[in-house]
């Protein structure tokens, strides 16, 4: 059957609205119903050549197929992928450009997949997101007909607009990203910024500061050394993953502890507005609270609101930092015997009874 003819005036409307998508994630949706309806298409998804996920931007209409192109991994075999090459060189690729109307009949994916769904036509435009590779790809039925050679001219003129959209859309997440990871940053809070597959996409320097052989980041992955955290971190990796992008994760702190430092508790906070554009793929934001010894109010300071001597005041500011009282005596060239000591008398000065209680009072001098 011959194919729908393109609405031109339709289609340019449409290419005005994509820098909408570019601050707003969510408009690709809107969007795409748009470039289906203005091409005489039933659907189209947004597909990455080399890392697919099932939770790409699509129309509604072809939510259910994506799901089971996904979950039977035909995503790994689809044979349109070979038109990948062709696509980012510039060229709009169809079945009938990849494939012989005989092969599309056998194929197991048309098969078991495209054509029950009720779909029977492919074009792909490809595009650069910064420097991956994407395809914007439109499905029509067998009564909306095949595209033909008008309307692959007619579908170029999306490429460019593509390109420049996706490459805004991830410079601006990037930017709001780094704006979120710098913010926490001043107030001396170590984050980091995580992606759909649990790789970390950015650090702010609180962080940088306190990683060690304990806690560290290595190929772009967070690693613990305490065994239990770290399976546990995995779990809320493979959570990230599978929950898709509008669903808040259900994830709870993990405790990560060490072998000479205080634990660290690791909490998960969602990332929104322009920095979860599907191109730069941030995921959620991860905040790891105690990696970095706490600021301690200044020795004078201690002294003076609890009537400390100065001795009793350096100490008291390392034991808030988390120093254990045996680091703190060898930083401050003392015996532990008259380091306890000191500590009995602070703790008498101060009416406090446990060194927990006692660095929950000074830290709040700071």
């Not at 205080?262 to 934001?285: E, N, Q, W």
């Amino acid at each position: 059957m011959k194919a729908n003819r393109i609405d031109h005036e339709e289609l340019s409307k449409v290419l005005n609205r994509l820098g909408e998508a570019a601050v707003n994630p969510a408009a690709w949706h809107g969007i795409m119903d748009d470039i289906c309806k203005a091409v005489g298409a039933s659907a189209a998804l947004l597909l990455q050549s080399d890392v697919r996920t099932p939770d790409v931007p699509r129309t509604a209409s072809i939510a259910e197929a994506t799901e089971l192109y996904f979950r039977n991994n035909w995503h790994l075999r689809d044979p349109r992928a070979k038109g990948f090459p062709r696509m980012m060189a510039g060229e709009v690729v169809t079945d009938l450009d990849v494939m012989s109307p005989e092969q599309i009949r056998a194929d197991p994916m048309y098969n078991e997949l495209l054509f029950p769904s009720g779909y029977r036509w492919f074009a792909g435009i490809g595009f650069w997101a910064d420097s991956a590779a994407w395809a914007l790809t439109i499905q029509r039925t067998g009564r909306e007909g095949a595209f033909e050679a008008r309307d692959k001219e007619l579908l170029a003129q999306l490429a460019p607009r593509l390109t420049e959209t996706a490459t805004l859309a991830t410079a601006i997440g990037r930017a709001v990203l780094t704006s979120m990871t710098d913010v926490l940053d001043r107030v001396r809070q170590p984050a980091l910024a995580l992606d759909r597959e649990g790789m970390v996409l950015r650090t702010n320097q609180a962080a940088d500061r306190g990683f060690d052989d304990e806690i560290r980041i290595r190929d772009r992955r967070l690693l613990l050394r305490d065994k239990q955290a770290m399976a546990r971190f995995d779990q809320l990796i493979g959570m990230i993953r599978s929950t898709p992008d509008a669903v808040a994760i259900p994830a709870s702190p993990i405790l990560v502890r060490r072998s000479a430092k205080p634990p660290v508790v690791l909490r998960l906070l969602p990332v929104d507005g322009a920095a979860r554009s599907v191109f730069l793929g941030a995921r959620a934001m991860l905040i790891l609270s105690n990696l970095t010894p706490r600021p301690a109010p200044n020795p004078a300071l201690i002294g003076q609101a609890f009537d400390l001597t100065p001795a009793e005041s350096r100490l008291a500011a390392l034991l808030v930092t988390g120093t254990s009282i045996a680091g703190a005596a060898e930083q401050l060239h003392i015996s532990r015997e008259t380091a306890r000591n000191h500590l009995k008398s602070i703790f008498s000065k101060t009416g406090v009874h446990r060194q927990s209680e006692l660095v929950t009072l000074i830290s709040q001098l700071g």
